[in-house]
């Protein structure tokens, strides 16, 4: 997340060292001064309310805003992950990622010498001294540029300053908004823009020497170690594809020959592992077991999957549309079944399958709309499901709209009332089940549940058990 949204009119208050928020000073222009665009996403919008970085990325640039050296990585943050869908990081990105305290000597000699650079600095500034802090580290009073601020003198007919809207009034390319490299190189085109404007002011008004000595090459920086690691986004992606499912490696190690076996039991608890939408070592372990002990060979087992696959698809198609949340859903699951290939193929034949059921109704002369119940919904009580008096709690902020709109924790909550659940806001070892957003989360809710051995569900497992449709 990044604040450059929260335009400021007013000069704003100092922090840690002077920012520049509607001009460059001439002392820093006549300087040899070397320049240190950063840009950071969070997990919130208050550091002092413990949000952390989850991306950092710092451009070295000289004094006429050439690109010295480039840094960029995600950072574990050791916590709940925030708002994916504002800077499209989930918790699985930053599992592998370095913590801030483990790169924060590498950020030093990045931005060590440097005047800050940022859009809306104040936001950027106030995190990494906020991390910095945490650490125990003090570091100097480092001044800062903001071309937010830049752009009242020198776009003023703008009306909205987000970076995208000064970017693409002064035709510089954004795409992909919201990564901090990404973000960084915008704004370092943006500074240039204002710089080379500031530099041809200067030199007409004859302040072409360089006077002044570099502030920032004058402070006593603190030493850090450096770890020389990074993870970045591009990394994800190759680790997500080099990886095997769990599930997968099961299917290696059972016997290739046929012979009767059940499957009635590998699927009980292959739906209680898949809950969650992950595969532990310890639940793929448990699921090999079971597949031995019931003699499940290769073929058996991806019958099994292909069926469970099957019987998600059915339902969600049974309303003859499948959402888009629906859609990743049955995505990660086909992931983790290692039956991809399969899944565009069996959605394709539900929805035959519910488009003849209607025309059967149609024909009949039936105009209720067709629908099909999950089985697992009680009869008894209508509008009651089968978790109907189980606990339940929610972490992480939800990715999930019903008609339209944004789940909120509030409606999240009266949802699951409505539906016969207790909600409750803290885990303890009584919690029957813990809602996430994010399967991967590292929420102290998260992480107390795993420890307790409480039921972990993943947001759309939750719903759909519930039979409310969302998107």
């Known amino acids: 997340m990044n604040s450059d949204h929260l335009d400021d009119v007013a000069e704003p208050a100092t922090i840690s060292g002077t920012v520049y928020w509607r001009d460059v000073p001439p002392h820093i222009i006549r300087s040899e001064q070397d320049f240190a665009v950063i840009d950071v996403e969070t997990t919130g919008l208050f550091p002092g309310r413990s949000d952390r970085i989850v991306e950092f990325a710092v451009l070295r640039l000289s004094r006429k805003g050439d690109i010295l050296s480039e840094y960029v990585t995600l950072v574990n943050p050791k916590r ?11 918790a699985s990105d930053v599992q592998n990622a370095p913590t801030f305290g483990e790169v924060a000597g590498d950020i030093l000699e990045e931005i060590k010498g440097a005047v800050l650079v940022a859009h809306n600095v104040r936001f950027d500034k106030r995190f990494m001294l906020a991390e910095y802090s945490r650490l125990g580290c003090q570091l100097p009073d480092i001044e800062a540029i903001c071309t937010l601020g830049l752009s009242y003198r020198f776009l003023p007919q703008l009306k909205n300053r987000r970076l995208v809207n000064c970017c693409a009034h002064c035709g510089i390319p954004l795409e992909h908004a919201h990564s901090a490299l990404v973000d960084a190189h915008a704004v370092a085109a943006l500074f240039r823009f204002y710089l080379d404007q500031t530099t041809a002011k200067t030199e007409s008004a004859g302040l072409t020497e360089a006077h002044a000595p570099c502030p920032a090459r004058t402070y006593n920086w603190p030493r850090l170690p450096r770890c020389g690691r990074t993870f970045r986004r591009e990394q994800v992606q190759t680790q997500r594809n080099d990886e095997r499912s769990y599930i997968s490696r099961i299917l290696e190690r059972l016997p290739i020959n046929s012979t009767e076996a059940s499957t009635a039991a590998y699927l009980e608890l292959l739906e209680r592992v898949l809950d969650d939408r992950r595969v532990s070592p310890e639940e793929g372990t448990a699921l090999l077991e079971v597949a031995q002990e019931y003699g499940l060979t290769q073929n058996t087992a991806l019958q099994a999957h292909r069926q469970y696959l099957r019987s998600l698809v059915r339902v969600a198609c049974a309303d003859g549309v499948l959402s888009e949340a629906e859609r990743r859903d049955l995505t990660e699951v086909a992931g983790l079944l290692g039956c991809q290939e399969l899944l565009n193929e069996i959605v394709h034949e539900e929805k035959q399958v519910v488009r003849a059921r209607i025309e059967e109704r149609v024909k009949a002369g039936r105009t209720e ?31 999930c709209c019903k008609q339209g709109t944004p789940l909120t924790r509030s409606m999240c909550q009266a949802l699951a009332s409505n539906a016969g659940l207790i909600v409750a806001t803290s885990v303890t070892k009584a919690l029957d089940i813990l809602v996430v957003a994010d399967p991967d989360t590292m929420s102290g809710k998260a992480e107390k549940a795993r420890r307790y051995g409480t039921r972990i569900m993943a947001e759309p497992v939750f719903w759909r058990l519930l039979g409310i449709a969302v998107d």
């Open 80 to 90: 709940d992950i925030g708002p994916t869908w504002i800077h499209g990081i989930t």
């Open 369 to 399: 709309s067709y629908t099909e119940a999950p089985t697992h919904l009680a009869d008894s009580t209508p509008g009651k499901s089968a978790m109907a008096g189980e606990t339940v709690c929610f972490t992480g902020e939800s990715r």
